[in-house]
T-cell receptor, first 110, second 114 residues
């Protein structure tokens, strides 16, 4: 299974940027990086994905290093509702076969 | 647009009893997934359907678990008989077969086996 490494937990003050790192040193050239999050008692929610270039959408930005061995998910202005577990995943069999790790538990505090 | 619907939301049963979970995916989504999520862990794929066909069931414990998606729309996941270790959240997700790279998850069914 494709493996990623994420810190188990992080804290962020409300209104500040949350930068969540992910190491995926075994990623190969055609594998995308996906980020999902899971708010308590809900199912996971897709955030963003990328291959090589940095990506931005209404929820977050994804910065992928040039060697593609790591990435950072950025929530530019974290709110209390961003408190969740964030999963970084890469897949060698497409977006339909995602292997979730244990993720990073982000706590946003007032 | 309605999201993925799952029922029941919670279920408590005694071990050795059967249990079934139901999922209705987003309209038009051909691909349907069942995941199991143990406490403190990420979701683990059990089975994936493309329309009526189970295309990946390698992680489904086939001795006691079964699933069906008879008309290619809604799906049922069954456990018979349930064991204490089956206590978990069972998540259903759906997606379009190609294109937008996103799986849409339902809220899950929390199963407690006593």
């Amino acid at each position: 299974d494709a493996k990623t490494t994420q810190p188990p937990s992080m804290d962020c003050a409300e209104g500040r940027a949350a930068n969540l790192p992910c190491n995926h040193s075994t990623i190969s050239g055609n594998e995308y990086v996906y980020w999902y999050r899971q708010i308590h008692s809900q199912g996971p929610q897709y955030i963003i994905h990328g291959l090589k270039n940095n990506e931005t959408n209404e929820m977050a930005s994804l910065i992928i290093t040039e060697d593609r061995k790591s990435s950072t998910l950025i929530l530019p202005h974290a709110t209390l509702r961003d408190t969740a577990v964030y999963y970084c995943i890469f897949s060698n069999t497409g977006f339909q076969k995602l292997v979730f790790g244990t993720g990073t538990r982000l706590l946003v505090s007032p | 647009e309605a999201g993925v619907v799952q029922s029941p939301r919670y279920k408590i049963i005694e071990k050795k009893q059967p249990v079934a979970f139901w999922c209705n995916p987003i309209s038009g989504h051909n691909t349907l997934y069942w995941y199991r999520q143990n406490l403190g862990q990420g979701p683990e794929l059990l089975i994936r359907y493309e329309n009526e066909e189970a295309v990946d069931d390698s992680q489904l414990p086939k001795d006691r678990f079964s699933a069906e998606r008879l008309k290619g729309v809604d799906s049922t996941l069954k456990i018979q008989p349930a064991e204490l270790g089956d206590s978990a959240v069972y998540l259903c997700a759906s997606s379009l077969p190609l294109g937008n790279y996103e799986q849409y998850f339902g809220p899950g069914t929390r199963l407690t086996v006593t």
